[in-house]
């Protein structure tokens, strides 16, 4: 595609559901990222998904997050029995390649009730 | 620890003023700084300095790199209000970005 689609723009859940959200990077990039913006603050890296290679998963904040990227293309990142602290914005970022820069979706706005 | 620093936090300027915004990092491995500004939505990239002293510019933004004293600016002439936004600042550290909080700029007519 053109640019970074992320889906959905917005999600509005339960205390203790699970949320999948979604990031189909730009074509060819090898190179994905998942980072959490709250209100306010800066970005927060959560993981790094690069080619075939085993993933970056430093900046998960709990083993309520994971995060897959299926034949180095798409990637889903879903948040078990979610919790109010998790209410931000999710951002996906792709680049041709690590040393590259990043590209931005628009985000998915999650927000728990 | 790694960690990037931007000042000021916010700033609030009125149109046609020139505006400076700094970042300053302490990181290790560094390879590049990246300078990216943020309206509604996703960030979206301004420059990447690898090097010092080499200033980047597009239209009324330009930046510069200083290795030697660690920080970057990134200036805005003759500012317009579609220039309001947040801008960030990311030190790229192999496949890693470290970000810094951001500088908030309003931009009055």
């Known amino acids: 595609g053109a640019g970074v689609s992320q889906s959905p723009s917005n999600k509005v859940t339960e205390k203790g559901k699970d949320v999948e959200l979604r990031c189909d990077p730009i074509?060819?990039?090898?190179?994905l990222y998942w980072y959490r913006q709250s209100l306010g603050q800066g970005l927060e890296f959560l993981i790094y998904f690069q080619g075939n290679s085993a993933p970056d998963k430093s900046g998960l904040p709990s083993d309520r997050f994971s995060a897959e990227r299926t034949g180095g293309s798409v990637s889903t990142l879903t948040i078990q029995r979610t919790q109010q602290e998790d209410s931000a914005v999710y951002l996906c970022?792709?680049?041709?390649?690590?040393?590259?820069?990043?590209?931005f979706g628009d985000g998915t706005r999650l927000s728990i009730l | 620890e790694d960690k990037v620093v931007q000042s000021p936090l916010s700033l609030v300027v009125h149109e046609g003023d020139t505006v400076t915004l700094n970042c300053s990092y302490e990181v290790t491995n560094f390879r590049s700084l990246l300078w990216y500004k943020q309206e509604k939505k996703a960030p979206t990239f301004l420059f990447m300095l690898?090097?010092s002293g080499i200033e980047k510019k597009s239209g009324r933004l330009s930046s510069i790199l200083d290795k030697k004293e660690l920080f970057s600016i990134l200036n805005i002439t003759a500012t317009q209000t579609g220039d309001s936004a947040i801008y960030l600042c990311a030190v790229a550290l192999s496949y890693q970005l470290i970000w810094g909080a951001g500088t908030k700029l309003i931009i009055k007519p």
């Open positions: 690898t090097s």
């Open positions: 074509s060819g990039h090898t190179a």
């Open positions: 970022a792709s680049s041709l390649e690590a040393s590259q820069p990043q590209h």
